[in-house]
C-alpha cells in the first residue's frame, strides 16, 4: 500500500466514524464538521499526487456528506483579474435578487457595498470551508450557484517588490496545482483573521469562462494602479509602468519561464510579464474545464456593450437563474472598448505582442481570442 492509500484510508476511517449513513447517529456538528473539513482538505491535498485517483475520493466523500444535507451545484465564475467578474457578479445579483457566491470570504456586501472584517458565511451549513455567501442579505438560489474563482497565477500585488513570480507564476505551470487553487479561498473570523481554505472542486458541474481581450486586462490593471495613486492614466504612463514592471520582474521571466521563441517577442513589447501571466491562466482554464470533462460557456466582457440584455438572458440560461420583476441592469460605461485599448500601444509593440500571443496560446484559447484583432 503507498502512501497515498494509506492517505485515502485514514480519510474513509474518518467518514465512515462521523460521516457515513451507516452511523446511527452523529455524534455532534462539531464532529461532523471536523471529519468534513478533514476529509475535504486531505483530499484536496491529493490531487496534487493524482487528480484522477482523487476525484474517485472525492465522490466517495460526497455522497456521504450529500446524505446529510443537500449541497447546491456550483456553477464557477472563472476569470482572470480585470476581466469583468464584477460586473457579472453585479448584474447577476440585480437582476436575480439573489446572491453569487464566491471563494473570498473575507469580502461581504452589505448591504451594497463590499466590507471586510466581517466573518464568513459558507453558503451550506454544513460545509464551513466555502465558498461563502457574497450579499449579506439577497436570498441564496436554491439549485444551483454561480460562483466566483481566480483560480491562481495572477499577482493581485501592484508596488514594486511585492510580487514574488515563486507564488503567482508557478501555479501556471502545472495542471494539478491550478485546478487545486481553483477551490482555494479566505475565509475570515474574528478569532484567526485570514485563513486559506480548500472545498470539494468535484461540486462544480458548469463553468462560466469571463473573457476580455488580454491589451484590456492589462490596460486596465494600469487604470487601477493610477487611480489607487490619484493620478490621470495616459499613454507616457502606461508606457512608464510598463517598463517598471519589465525592470522589476522581466528578466526573472526570461530566464526562469521564457522559450527563445517567447524570449525574442518578449524583447519588443511592452509589460510582456503581465501578457504572459493573463495568456498561461486561459491555457490552465481549458485545461481545467477539460479536466473536469466540463465545456465551458465562453462569455465575452466585450458583448455588454453590444447586447446587455441578451447577454444576462445568456448567463441564466445557463446557470439556472430567472430574471426578477425589478431586474437592474447597471452598466459602467467607463470600461473601454478594445479599440481604445489598442491606442496605448505602438504599431511595433502591437506586433511584437501579437507574435508573443501566438507563441503561447493553446488551441482552445486561439479559438476563444479569434474574434479579437490586433
Same mark, same amino acid.
Given at each position: 500500500?503507498?502512501?497515498?492509500?494509506?492517505?485515502?484510508?485514514?480519510?474513509?476511517?474518518?467518514?465512515?466514524?462521523?460521516?457515513?449513513?451507516?452511523?446511527?447517529?452523529?455524534?455532534?456538528?462539531?464532529?461532523?464538521?471536523?471529519?468534513?473539513?478533514?476529509?475535504?482538505?486531505?483530499?484536496?491535498?491529493?490531487?496534487?499526487?493524482?487528480?484522477?485517483?482523487?476525484?474517485?475520493?472525492?465522490?466517495?466523500?460526497?455522497?456521504?456528506?450529500?446524505?446529510?444535507?443537500?449541497?447546491?451545484?456550483?456553477?464557477?465564475?472563472?476569470?482572470?483579474?480585470?476581466?469583468?467578474?464584477? &460586473?457579472?457578479?453585479?448584474?447577476? /445579483?440585480?437582476? +436575480?435578487?439573489? $446572491? %453569487?457566491?464566491?471563494?473570498?470570504?473575507?469580502?461581504? @456586501?452589505?448591504?451594497?457595498?463590499?466590507?471586510?472584517?466581517?466573518?464568513?458565511?459558507?453558503?451550506?451549513?454544513?460545509?464551513?470551508?466555502?465558498?461563502?455567501?457574497?450579499?449579506?442579505?439577497?436570498?441564496?438560489?436554491?439549485?444551483?450557484?454561480?460562483?466566483?474563482?481566480?483560480?491562481?497565477?495572477?499577482?493581485?500585488?501592484?508596488?514594486?517588490?511585492?510580487?514574488?513570480?515563486?507564488?503567482?507564476?508557478?501555479?501556471?505551470?502545472?495542471?494539478?496545482?491550478?485546478?487545486?487553487?481553483?477551490?482555494?479561498?479566505?475565509?475570515?473570523?474574528?478569532?484567526?483573521?485570514?485563513?486559506?481554505?480548500?472545498?470539494?472542486?468535484?461540486? &462544480?458541474?458548469?463553468?462560466?469562462? /469571463?473573457?476580455? +481581450?488580454?491589451? $484590456? %486586462?492589462?490596460?486596465?490593471?494600469?487604470?487601477?494602479? @493610477?487611480?489607487?495613486?490619484?493620478?490621470?492614466?495616459?499613454?507616457?504612463?502606461?508606457?512608464?509602468?510598463?517598463?517598471?514592471?519589465?525592470?522589476?520582474?522581466?528578466?526573472?521571466?526570461?530566464?526562469?519561464?521564457?522559450?527563445?521563441?517567447?524570449?525574442?517577442?518578449?524583447?519588443?513589447?511592452?509589460?510582456?510579464?503581465?501578457?504572459?501571466?493573463?495568456?498561461?491562466?486561459?491555457?490552465?482554464?481549458?485545461?481545467?474545464?477539460?479536466?473536469?470533462?466540463?465545456?465551458?460557456?465562453?462569455?465575452?466582457?466585450?458583448?455588454?456593450?453590444?447586447?446587455?440584455?441578451?447577454?444576462?438572458?445568456?448567463?441564466?440560461?445557463?446557470?439556472?437563474?430567472?430574471?426578477?420583476?425589478?431586474?437592474?441592469?447597471?452598466?459602467?460605461?467607463?470600461?473601454?472598448?478594445?479599440?481604445?485599448?489598442?491606442?496605448?500601444?505602438?504599431?511595433?509593440?502591437?506586433?511584437?505582442?501579437?507574435?508573443?500571443?501566438?507563441?503561447?496560446?493553446?488551441?482552445?484559447?486561439?479559438?476563444?481570442?479569434?474574434?479579437?484583432?490586433?
Amino acid at each position: 500500500m503507498d502512501c497515498l492509500d494509506t492517505h485515502v484510508s485514514t480519510i474513509r476511517r474518518h467518514i465512515k466514524k462521523h460521516v457515513s449513513p451507516m452511523t446511527t447517529r452523529l455524534r455532534s456538528k462539531t464532529a461532523f464538521l471536523f471529519a468534513t473539513g478533514l476529509a475535504a482538505l486531505s483530499i484536496l491535498g491529493m490531487i496534487a499526487l493524482d487528480p484522477h485517483r482523487a476525484r474517485s475520493h472525492y465522490h466517495y466523500f460526497e455522497h456521504a456528506v450529500s446524505r446529510r444535507t443537500k449541497m447546491r451545484q456550483l456553477d464557477w465564475l472563472m476569470s482572470y483579474p480585470f476581466s469583468g467578474s464584477e &460586473v457579472t457578479i453585479r448584474l447577476t /445579483q440585480n437582476c +436575480s435578487h439573489t $446572491s %453569487v457566491a464566491t471563494n473570498y470570504g473575507q469580502f461581504l @456586501q452589505f448591504p451594497d457595498k463590499v466590507h471586510a472584517g466581517i466573518p464568513s458565511r459558507p453558503i451550506e451549513d454544513d460545509a464551513v470551508h466555502g465558498p461563502f455567501r457574497f450579499n449579506s442579505y439577497l436570498p441564496l438560489p436554491k439549485e444551483e450557484i454561480l460562483t466566483r474563482t481566480h483560480c491562481s497565477g495572477y499577482c493581485r500585488e501592484e508596488e514594486p517588490g511585492e510580487c514574488r513570480i515563486e507564488e503567482f507564476v508557478k501555479p501556471l505551470m502545472k495542471l494539478t496545482n491550478f485546478f487545486a487553487a481553483c477551490s482555494s479561498g479566505v475565509r475570515w473570523s474574528y478569532r484567526r483573521g485570514d485563513e486559506i481554505d480548500y472545498y470539494n472542486p468535484y461540486r &462544480v458541474k458548469k463553468i462560466v469562462l /469571463q473573457i476580455r +481581450s488580454p491589451f $484590456s %486586462v492589462v490596460l486596465s490593471r494600469y487604470k487601477r494602479f @493610477q487611480e489607487k495613486r490619484g493620478i490621470k492614466a495616459t499613454v507616457a504612463g502606461f508606457f512608464s509602468y510598463c517598463k517598471n514592471h519589465d525592470i522589476t520582474y522581466g528578466e526573472k521571466y526570461k530566464t526562469t519561464f521564457y522559450t527563445p521563441e517567447e524570449m525574442a517577442f518578449a524583447d519588443d513589447m511592452q509589460c510582456h510579464g503581465e501578457f504572459y501571466r493573463v495568456l498561461k491562466w486561459y491555457n490552465k482554464a481549458f485545461e481545467v474545464a477539460a479536466f473536469l470533462k466540463i465545456k465551458p460557456m465562453l462569455f465575452y466582457f466585450e458583448d455588454y456593450f453590444d447586447d446587455l440584455d441578451g447577454n444576462v438572458d445568456k448567463l441564466f440560461d445557463y446557470v439556472g437563474l430567472e430574471r426578477h420583476p425589478k431586474c437592474e441592469l447597471p452598466f459602467d460605461t467607463q470600461y473601454e472598448p478594445m479599440k481604445e485599448a489598442l491606442l496605448y500601444f505602438t504599431k511595433d509593440h502591437l506586433a511584437a505582442t501579437h507574435g508573443f500571443i501566438d507563441t503561447i496560446i493553446s488551441p482552445e484559447v486561439r479559438e476563444a481570442y479569434s474574434r479579437y484583432e490586433y
